[in-house]
């Protein structure tokens, strides 16, 4: 970005004040966190959630993640251990061991739908209380070049802002 190759970066966590370059936050939206598990563990888990998750099998994102600390709160404050069977940086690939049953997994709210079609899971319960953000960082303090705005625009109508 600071050698203007890329004009926007599309992320779920604003731009670290430790990098030396002068970029900008522009919130897209955010939304709500949901588990989901293949039909099986779902079933299994969702009588009594969130109590039911303590001990359950989890796939995670890795722990340098926004996502993963935001769900490392959510379990500590509801006192859950989750059994942790493998972490990801590649959300797709953590959906596809999700959809073999390997383990429960979260996905933002938004694409609920998307995930539930493309990975055959079902829905274990949402958690109200966590809540995902979405930022466009750009070296711009207001967003200029027609494909970034036609993506911003298009994320905070989906997201809402």
């Known amino acids: 970005m600071a050698l203007h190759d890329v004009d926007v970066v599309l992320t779920d966590s604003p731009i670290d004040p430790a990098f030396n370059v002068?970029?900008?936050n522009h919130l897209l939206g955010e939304c709500g966190m949901i588990l989901f598990g293949a039909p099986k563990l779902a079933a299994q888990y969702r009588?009594?959630?969130?109590?039911?998750?303590?001990?359950?099998p989890f796939l995670m994102p890795t722990r340098?993640?926004?996502?993963?600390?935001?769900?490392?709160?959510?379990f500590d404050g509801k006192?859950?251990?989750?059994?942790?069977?493998?972490?990801?940086?590649?959300s797709a690939l953590l959906?596809?061991?999700?959809?073999r049953?390997?383990?429960?997994?979260f996905a933002p709210s938004v694409i609920a739908a998307e995930v539930q079609t493309q990975y055959?899971?079902?829905i274990v319960g949402s958690l109200g209380d966590v809540i995902e953000r979405f930022y466009?960082?750009?070296l711009d303090r207001k967003l200029k070049h027609p494909a970034v705005v036609a993506i911003s625009e298009a994320a905070k109508a989906r997201l809402g802002d």
């Open 95 to 99: 959906k596809v061991f999700g959809q």
């Open 101 to 105: 049953g390997l383990g429960l997994f």
């Open 47 to 56: 009588r009594g959630f969130p109590r039911s998750l303590d001990g359950a």
């Open 22 to 24: 002068n970029a900008f």
């Open 79 to 90: 006192n859950i251990v989750p059994r942790i069977i493998a972490e990801f940086e590649d």
């Open 136 to 138: 466009a960082i750009s």
């Open 64 to 74: 340098n993640t926004t996502a993963r600390r935001l769900l490392d709160q959510w």
């Open 120 to 122: 055959r899971v079902n």
